[in-house]
Structure formats: structure tokens, C-alpha cells
């Protein structure tokens, strides 16, 4: 259908038409079908709360007729050339690229970020199709001679097997793409039981992997209103080797304790407590701007989202006034609208869920400089917020806040500011600015963190591996490393 060019309103016809083009059915065994006993889901637009459409409903046992369908095709998915799995794939890197404007719609009425976001989640979900479709074919092995010289040593790599991943609502095509790509490439099968909030962007993808070629049963899409119930039979049942999972640390750790029984395979993508740490000899405005993007991604509701500024004392007051400037600048509206920056946040729940977080800081003592309330408008609106003389006992330290709020607080000492950093039980990212290259380095090696932002305010890149250490889980999605979770290393001794 005819796209709006970006800039221009989208019409209300233009929606119902986008949303109407997606399945709304299970795809199972290769084909769409109701959900047992008929079950629908209502899938909501966060900006109005209106109903955008309803998919079916999958049960327990609608994901076990899954299963069934992923394991007759794992030997003949996992006995295709590498190549051809590549070359599905890139097909599908390509489908989704032109059908961009589309998909990037769908995603704004289902999750409510700006339509430039959404656009950039496109990209940047198709860039994992594009690289994985160019790993599939480096799955490499190894040769070599055992030190006594008695014995080779013959190293392959293989297909863990069929596989689960379930994915969050707040990047509802990228954290998809991120699982299902490294899975294909590896010739595993899979299960994807999307957000409830948010399956509408998945089942569209579902339908391009159909159309590049993707054999039926390689994959199986299952929206869902009963997460846990839907999942508990899969973790039961050992035919099933792995769960790749994206969401909270509390779901994380009761899908490891549940995956133990089977010892399946877990790769871990949880929450986030993200610190951003300003010294005194940064680049003031480029670390301004890198805050922005740091915490105005995707509404604030990113793991990867700054959670707390730690700011030298010296330039904090500065920091913190042109921070503000900047958040108080950006429009709040529904995704839709050219000019918004800031969409809703995913329900109302979520929204009173932040307001809690700043009241709770306030009541601290924390100021306010702008911000701090959520909108009378229908929807699920936030201020963007900035609170300055936040208490160290304040529950926004502690906890992933989840919106478009930034607490700024102070250090004297670089030993102090790694220190405040590293206390949270999280560690996904951390940022740092500064023009010095050794405290650079040095910080970088003492940061709890999966990852680090030197001088830069977004980390997600498809070519790098992306993961947190401590309660932000374990395993990496995306480069070198990405497909090594779906591999499993097998030696034969051979003498000679
Ligand atoms: P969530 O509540 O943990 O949900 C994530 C997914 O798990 C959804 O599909 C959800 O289904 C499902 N789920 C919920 N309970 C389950 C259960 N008992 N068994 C199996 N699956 C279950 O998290 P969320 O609030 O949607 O997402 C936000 C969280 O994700 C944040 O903590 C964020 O930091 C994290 N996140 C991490 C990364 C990363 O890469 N580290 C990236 C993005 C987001 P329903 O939709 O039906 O509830």
C-alpha cells in the first residue's frame, strides 16, 4: 500500500489498512490457523487505548502442536546448506527493508513510539537477517593435533536443536529478528511467542520469513495472553533444547529455574540499571546530546536506557540545566504525528508505575527541574522529566524506572563515581564521557557491565554482542558471538 512519505500525517484509513494485512492466526506447521477453542487477544493502541485488532490466543496445548511441528522440521532445516538458510534470510532482509514504512507503522499503533523510532527498530531489526544471513555460512570447526601427538582432535559445531524464544513489547521487531536470525543460521527451529501487548509486528515477520522461502515448521508463532501456562509444557518437555528469552530479571530467573529440570540451554537478556558518567573533562554538549538519545530511546522503556546520571560535581549543575532544556523541548503526542519525540508509555499501569518512581524521589528531597507529572490526555502520557538531588536510598537507584525520567546526581572521585556505578545488582551497559584515553580505559575495565558507551549514547549495534553480566542475564545476541548460543561444539578423538 502507498506509503506517507515521513513528514507527512498518517490518515486513519492508512492505519486500518496496515494493521488489517497481518495475520492474526498461530503459524504452525507452516500455515495460519485459529487458536484452540477460537481464543482471541485484543491488541491495544497505547496512544488512544482503543482496540487496533484481536490474533488468536494460543493455549497449552496449541504449543504443543508447536512443538510437535518444530521438531518434524529440525533434521531437514538442520540438513540445509548453509548457504541456503543464509540466502532465506537475506531474502527476508530484504522484503522487510522495502516493506520499512509499513512495518514501522504497524509497530507505532501497537507500541506507541514516535514513527522515526519505529523506522530506526526496522533497520535496525533487519540489519540481525542481514548479518546472520552472512554468519550461517562461518558455523567453522577446527583440526589439530593433541600436545602428546598421539591423538587428532576434530572440532564441529551443530544445531542445538528446536528452540523457544520469547520476546518483550518494547522492541517488538528487533528483539525478534535478534533470536530468530541466529536460530536460522545455525539450522535451528523455533518457537516465538511475542509480547501479548505487542505480536502484531512479529506475525508480520513471521509472513516475510513465509514469503523469502523459510520451509514450513521452521518456525512457529504463538501470541499469547498466558505466558507462563503456554511456556511450562515446552521447558517440561526435553525435546525442546533451548529458551532464548527477553524481558524482566524476575521472568528470567523463574524460566532458568524451569529450563533446569531439562537442562536445557538459556540465554538471558534481562533488565537494566544503566549508569551514565559525565567527568569533568567531557565534551559537555556531546555528552548532553548522548544523554538524550541514552535515555529518550524508545520513551525511557529500553533496557538499555540511562537510569541514573552520575555527574562530576563540577559540571553537574550545567549538565543538568541543558538536559532539561532538551527534555522540556521535545513534544509528548501519539507516534503517529510527525512532530512527536516522546509516544506513550505502554499502559496506564506502566505510566503510574514511573509517576511512583519520581514522587517517591521528590519525597526524598529530590527537584524537580522539569517534568515530574503524568499528562491529562487520554493515553498513557509522561512528562519528560528531570530530577536533580536524588538520595542514594531513592527507589529510582535501585530500580529500572522504564520512562522518560533522568535523576542526576553528583561524585567528587573517579574511585566514587565507578563505585555509585556498580552498586546495583544490574549490569547491562554503562556509559561514560570523557576526553581522557586512560580514565577511559580504566573506567571501561571497572564498570559491572556487560557493555560501554565510551563517548556515545547508544550501544545496539548487530556486528557487536550485545548482553549484561550480574542479574542482567547471560549470552550475547549479535556478532561473532550470536550464533554460538544456538551451537552446540562436538569433538571426535581420532587416532590415527
Ligand atoms: P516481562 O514481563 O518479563 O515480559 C517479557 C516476555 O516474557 C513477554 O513475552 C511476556 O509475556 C513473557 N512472560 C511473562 N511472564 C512469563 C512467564 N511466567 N513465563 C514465560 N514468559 C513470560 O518483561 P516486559 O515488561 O515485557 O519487558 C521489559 C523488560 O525487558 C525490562 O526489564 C527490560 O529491561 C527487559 N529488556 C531487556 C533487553 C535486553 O536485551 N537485555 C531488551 C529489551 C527489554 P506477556 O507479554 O504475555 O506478559
Not at 130 to 143: D, I, N, T
Not at 333 to 349: A, D, M, N, W, Y
Request: some cysteine; glycine content about 10%; overall charge negative.
Amino acid at each position: 500500500m502507498p506509503a506517507s512519505a515521513p513528514g507527512t500525517p498518517v490518515d486513519a484509513a492508512r492505519e486500518r489498512a496496515v494493521v488489517a494485512a497481518v495475520p492474526t492466526g498461530l503459524l504452525v506447521g507452516g500455515s495460519w490457523r485459529d487458536a484452540d477453542r477460537g481464543a482471541t487477544l485484543a491488541v491495544d493502541d497505547p496512544s488512544t487505548g482503543d482496540v487496533l485488532t484481536e490474533v488468536a490466543d494460543a493455549s497449552p496445548a496449541d504449543a504443543l502442536d508447536a512443538l510437535d511441528a518444530v521438531l518434524a522440521a529440525q533434521a531437514g532445516w538442520a540438513a540445509t546448506a548453509p548457504r541456503e538458510r543464509g540466502e532465506v534470510l537475506r531474502r527476508a532482509f530484504e522484503i522487510t527493508t522495502e516493506r520499512a514504512e509499513d512495518l514501522a507503522l504497524l509497530m507505532t499503533l501497537e507500541m506507541g513510539k514516535p514513527l522515526a523510532e519505529s523506522r530506526g527498530e526496522v533497520a535496525y531489526g533487519a540489519e540481525f537477517l542481514r548479518w546472520f544471513s552472512e554468519e550461517a555460512v562461518r558455523a567453522y570447526g577446527r583440526w589439530s593435533t593433541s600436545p602428546d601427538g598421539a591423538t587428532r582432535l576434530l572440532t564441529m559445531k551443530q544445531p542445538v536443536g528446536p528452540c523457544l524464544a520469547i520476546t518483550p513489547w518494547n522492541f517488538p521487531l528487533a528483539m525478534a529478528t535478534r533470536k530468530i536470525g541466529p536460530a536460522l543460521a545455525a539450522g535451528c527451529t523455533m518457537i516465538l511467542k511475542p509480547a501479548a501487548q505487542t505480536p502484531l509486528s512479529a506475525l508480520a515477520f513471521a509472513d516475510i520469513l513465509r514469503e523469502a522461502g523459510l520451509p514450513d515448521g521452521v518456525l512457529a508463532v504463538l501470541p499469547s495472553s498466558r505466558a507462563g501456562a503456554l511456556v511450562e509444557p515446552l521447558l517440561a518437555d526435553a525435546r525442546l533444547r533451548k529458551v532464548t528469552f527477553t524481558g524482566s530479571t524476575p521472568v528470567g530467573k523463574r524460566l532458568v529455574a524451569q529450563a533446569a529440570d531439562n537442562l536445557q540451554r538459556v540465554s538471558m537478556e534481562l533488565g537494566g540499571n544503566a549508569p551514565f558518567l559525565v567527568f569533568s573533562d567531557a565534551d559537555l554538549e556531546a555528552a548532553v546530546e548522548g544523554a538524550v538519545l541514552a535515555k529518550m530511546r524508545n520513551i525511557g522503556e529500553a533496557c538499555t536506557a540511562a537510569n541514573r546520571f552520575l555527574v562530576h560535581e563540577s559540571v553537574a549543575e550545567e549538565f543538568a540545566r541543558r538536559l532539561a532544556e532538551k527534555l522540556e523541548a521535545m513534544p509528548v503526542g501519539r507516534g503517529t504525528e510527525p512532530s512527536t519525540k516522546v509516544g506513550p508509555l505502554i499502559t496506564r499501569q506502566a505510566r503510574d508505575g514511573v509517576h511512583e518512581l519520581v514522587a517517591d524521589a521528590v519525597a526524598g528531597g529530590a527537584t524537580v527541574l522539569t517534568g515530574g507529572e503524568a499528562l491529562d490526555v487520554p493515553g498513557s502520557f509522561y512528562s519528560p522529566t528531570v530530577l536533580t538531588g536524588v538520595r542514594a536510598d531513592a527507589r529510582l537507584q535501585q530500580e529500572e524506572i522504564f520512562g522518560p525520567v533522568a535523576p542526576v546526581m553528583t561524585f567528587s572521585e573517579d574511585a566514587e563515581a565507578v563505585s555509585l556505578a556498580n552498586s546495583t545488582e544490574y549490569g547491562l551497559v554503562s556509559y561514560l564521557w570523557t576526553r581522557d584515553v586512560s580514565r577511559a580505559l580504566k573506567t571501561a575495565e571497572a564498570l559491572q557491565s556487560g557493555m560501554v558507551g565510551l563517548n556515545q549514547g547508544v550501544v545496539s549495534n548487530p556486528a557487536a554482542p550485545f548482553g549484561g553480566v550480574k542479574a542482567s542475564g547471560f549470552g550475547r545476541e549479535g556478532g561473532a558471538e550470536g550464533i554460538e548460543e544456538y551451537l552446540d561444539t562436538k569433538y571426535v578423538g581420532i587416532r590415527l
